[in-house]
Nanobody, 115 residues
């Protein structure tokens, strides 16, 4: 059974940094694309950043220049380094992985940025 386990969320002041991690387990296959999404209560889940197995990245305009996505294929782990955090970055962040064409989600980790 495939599982995505996230860690690294928390409370930080505006201007601070956090690093999220997400490790995939339960599959012998390495994920294709991996990514981070976020969702506020009552709103749709939105893309934050994605990264292919080859390292190509894509970012939401709102996080470009502040967030960096990376991955360790050997560890089946994706990271999101978040710098210069703003109160509007407050959300639940979800990890996503495409494994053999099927999409999997993590349980979500709360990120709260205080002003």
């Amino acid at each position: 059974q495939v599982q995505l386990v996230e860690s690294g969320g928390g409370l930080v002041q505006a201007g601070g940094s956090l690093r999220l991690s997400c490790a995939a387990s339960g599959s012998i296959f390495s994920p294709n694309a991996m990514g981070w999404y976020r969702q506020a209560p009552g709103k749709q889940r939105e893309l934050v950043a994605t990264i292919t197995r080859g390292g190509s990245t894509n970012y939401a305009d709102s996080v470009k220049g502040r967030f960096t996505i990376s991955r360790d294929n050997a560890k089946k782990t994706v990271y999101l380094q978040m710098n210069s955090l703003k109160p509007e970055d407050t959300d639940v962040y979800y990890c996503n992985a495409d494994i053999t064409g099927r999409s999997y989600w993590g349980q979500g980790t709360q990120v709260t940025v205080s002003s």
